[in-house]
């Protein structure tokens, strides 16, 4: 049964950051049709994805509003997922999700971890 948990959300200050951790339980991060994501939803707004990586970690991709902000990237001996998120703004503010699946032409998010909160304050 695959297992995902995530940890290090927290309450920071704008501007602050944040490194999520995402650990999997029987999935493997590293394996060729895997694809991985980070999700988050704020209260009475749709759940958005915020990152992503395929390929065993050589393609990534981010929603406009993290460009530049957040990385996803893949620790592999560790079998570890991160998202580190720097000059986080209030609107950053939701509880965030690790999701993990399979790759296809986009990809299938079979398995989701129990979410973390993140707070940003100004």
């Known amino acids: 049964q695959v297992q995902l948990v995530e940890s290090g959300g927290g309450s920071v200050q704008a501007g602050g950051s944040l490194r999520l951790s995402c650990a999997a339980s029987?999935?493997?991060?590293?394996?060729?049709?895997?694809?991985m994501g980070w999700f988050r939803q704020a209260p009475g707004k749709e759940r958005e994805q915020v990152a992503s990586?395929?390929?065993?970690?050589?393609?990534?991709t981010y929603a406009d509003s993290v460009q530049g902000r957040f990385t996803i990237s893949l620790d592999n001996p560790a079998n570890i997922l991160t998202l580190q998120m720097n000059s986080l703004k209030p609107e950053d503010t939701a509880m965030y999700y690790c999701?993990?699946?399979?790759?296809?032409?986009?990809?299938?998010?079979?398995?989701w971890g129990q979410g973390t909160q993140v707070t940003v304050s100004s």
């Open positions: 990586i395929i390929a065993q970690g050589r393609t990534t």
């Open positions: 999701a993990a699946g399979t790759a296809g032409r986009s990809c299938r998010y079979n398995y």
């Open positions: 029987n999935y493997y991060y590293y394996g060729v049709d895997s694809c």
